[in-house]
């Protein structure tokens, strides 16, 4: 009897965590709460152990053969509609906590099973100071810590993706590495504002099996928590981040960009060993009003800087990139790119609307007809797009919610084959999601 008490008693506390979910992905249970300083003490009783997860089955349609890329990865050729999983996500969190309920130490295992594969999401440890409670040294794979959106998570996100700028620019969002993170965690601390992140990362992330050079990537951020501003509690959060790497060059040849508009090749035998530089650097802004039921938000980010990639690509390579059995030689460009986003509760917390405008120009020194000219070297990685995305949410209750979803696409026109015009590659989709 006392056995299937303690197993009712598991299965209560496992469902109860989805009251305290982090919306960030590295976000640990707020302790200054009456709600997470009880779930210490249920954790106390049984090995501080937490279980969470959510899968996203979808039905997606575009209005071309093939597209998508960036709408939940390519359709197959010769298709324009599809049912697939998006993600399926678990996750297991252990926390310790000291004598005076404070945090000691924490590891998160997740991972993402799909009709394409399983893999790992994050594998992470974080030691806390257990004495101020206000640093803590994370190491591990885990979410890079540069902007908003990156590290906003997929299961609280109202829009299906995240923008094509942060998709290519931080692909699969996070990396191997370590972060040293001053985030006091008493309301009482003067600086209990402010959060500061700094890190040293391999560089390429998931999109890659393993590190390919020496040369590692530095990343800081430092940003405002929701803070009220007047009496009617509108919150106001911001942040300013900078990522500070590169790649190492294993060819002599390199691609740079001229104030002509031409790639303009150098076969220099000095480039091999040079490291390509990957300089971001980018502020978000996030604004939230109170509505009698439900909110109204706000929310912006942009992003400039120094990219490589190769001619072909602008995405940072997850593998030496080759062609054929040889190193293929790698393009340095200058780009922007920014979101805007617009959410509203219609009359009830159960009804949203989002709108959300973003563009990544990967080349800010060439447009349009320009691409695609002979003897400038300009290739498909050296066109903008913007998009427009607007959708409906329909939260059922927190364990369950429906999005319906349509992307508009423009790239910018050129005199490449096949892109002359806009291409026609508009995505609608529609999401059901399940939450434990």
């Given at each position: 009897m006392l056995q299937t008490k303690r197993l009712v008693l598991s299965v209560f506390i496992i469902c109860s965590t989805m009251s305290v979910r982090a919306q960030f992905l590295m976000d640990m249970i707020d302790t200054s709460t009456s709600l997470g300083k009880g779930m210490i003490s249920i954790y106390k009783n049984f090995d501080h152990l937490r279980i969470s997860g959510y899968m996203q089955p979808q039905f997606q349609w575009s209005t071309g053969k093939g597209m998508g890329v960036y709408q939940g990865g390519d359709f197959p050729k010769q298709s324009d509609n599809r049912f697939m999983f998006r993600r399926g996500r678990i996750r297991f969190d252990y926390e310790h906590y000291n004598k005076q309920n404070?945090?000691?130490?924490?590891?998160?295992?997740?991972?993402?099973?799909?009709?394409?594969?399983?893999?790992?999401?994050?594998?992470?440890?974080?030691?806390?100071?257990?004495?101020?409670?206000?640093?803590?040294?994370?190491?591990?794979?885990?979410?890079?810590?540069?902007?908003?959106?990156?590290?906003?998570?997929?299961?609280?996100?109202?829009?299906?993706?995240?923008?094509?700028?942060?998709?290519?620019?931080?692909?699969?969002?996070?990396?191997?590495?370590?972060?040293?993170?001053?985030?006091?965690?008493?309301?009482?601390?003067?600086?209990?504002?402010?959060?500061?992140?700094?890190?040293?990362?391999?560089?390429q992330g998931l999109a890659g099996p393993e590190d390919y050079d020496s040369h590692k990537d530095l990343i800081a951020r430092v940003a405002m928590k929701p803070t009220a501003i007047n009496q009617q509690q509108w919150l106001l959060s911001a942040g300013a981040s900078i990522l500070y790497g590169g790649l190492e060059q294993f060819t002599p040849v390199i691609y740079r960009m001229q104030h002509s508009g031409q790639f303009l090749k150098d076969s220099s035998d000095a480039n091999v060993g040079v490291i390509a530089p990957r300089h971001y650097y980018g502020g978000d802004a996030q604004f939230l009003i109170p509505n009698v039921k439900g909110a109204t938000q706000f929310r912006a980010e942009y992003i400039r800087g120094t990219q490589t990639g190769t001619r072909d690509h602008s995405e940072t390579p997850g593998e030496i990139p080759m062609i054929a059995e040889a190193y293929a030689p790698l393009a340095i460009r200058q780009f922007d790119g920014a979101y805007f986003n617009f959410l509203q509760h219609l009359g009830s917390e159960k009804h949203q609307l989002v709108?959300?405008?973003?563009?990544?120009?990967?080349?800010?020194?060439?447009?349009?007809?320009?691409?695609?000219?002979?003897?400038?070297?300009?290739t498909i990685a050296d066109i903008r797009y913007d998009t427009f995305g607007a959708g409906y949410v329909y939260y059922f209750n927190e364990h369950m919610k429906a999005t319906l979803w349509f992307d508009r696409i423009w790239n910018e026109s050129t005199s490449l084959e096949g892109y002359t015009d806009d291409v026609d590659d508009n995505v609608f989709t529609c999401r059901l999601q399940y939450r434990f």
């Amino acid at each position: 009897m006392l056995q299937t008490k303690r197993l009712v008693l598991s299965v209560f506390i496992i469902c109860s965590t989805m009251s305290v979910r982090a919306q960030f992905l590295m976000d640990m249970i707020d302790t200054s709460t009456s709600l997470g300083k009880g779930m210490i003490s249920i954790y106390k009783n049984f090995d501080h152990l937490r279980i969470s997860g959510y899968m996203q089955p979808q039905f997606q349609w575009s209005t071309g053969k093939g597209m998508g890329v960036y709408q939940g990865g390519d359709f197959p050729k010769q298709s324009d509609n599809r049912f697939m999983f998006r993600r399926g996500r678990i996750r297991f969190d252990y926390e310790h906590y000291n004598k005076q309920n404070l945090p000691t130490m924490q590891f998160v295992f997740q991972f993402d099973g799909t009709e394409r594969g399983v893999n790992i999401r994050d594998f992470w440890g974080r030691f806390f100071d257990g004495k101020w409670d206000v640093m803590s040294l994370t190491m591990g794979m885990f979410a890079r810590p540069f902007g908003f959106e990156i590290n906003y998570s997929s299961g609280d996100r109202e829009a299906p993706e995240r923008g094509r700028m942060s998709q290519i620019l931080m692909k699969t969002e996070r990396d191997l590495g370590a972060m040293v993170s001053f985030a006091p965690r008493q309301k009482s601390h003067p600086l209990s504002f402010l959060e500061v992140d700094l890190g040293v990362f391999n560089g390429q992330g998931l999109a890659g099996p393993e590190d390919y050079d020496s040369h590692k990537d530095l990343i800081a951020r430092v940003a405002m928590k929701p803070t009220a501003i007047n009496q009617q509690q509108w919150l106001l959060s911001a942040g300013a981040s900078i990522l500070y790497g590169g790649l190492e060059q294993f060819t002599p040849v390199i691609y740079r960009m001229q104030h002509s508009g031409q790639f303009l090749k150098d076969s220099s035998d000095a480039n091999v060993g040079v490291i390509a530089p990957r300089h971001y650097y980018g502020g978000d802004a996030q604004f939230l009003i109170p509505n009698v039921k439900g909110a109204t938000q706000f929310r912006a980010e942009y992003i400039r800087g120094t990219q490589t990639g190769t001619r072909d690509h602008s995405e940072t390579p997850g593998e030496i990139p080759m062609i054929a059995e040889a190193y293929a030689p790698l393009a340095i460009r200058q780009f922007d790119g920014a979101y805007f986003n617009f959410l509203q509760h219609l009359g009830s917390e159960k009804h949203q609307l989002v709108l959300k405008y973003d563009w990544y120009d990967p080349n800010t020194q060439v447009s349009g007809k320009q691409i695609g000219k002979d003897g400038l070297n300009l290739t498909i990685a050296d066109i903008r797009y913007d998009t427009f995305g607007a959708g409906y949410v329909y939260y059922f209750n927190e364990h369950m919610k429906a999005t319906l979803w349509f992307d508009r696409i423009w790239n910018e026109s050129t005199s490449l084959e096949g892109y002359t015009d806009d291409v026609d590659d508009n995505v609608f989709t529609c999401r059901l999601q399940y939450r434990f």
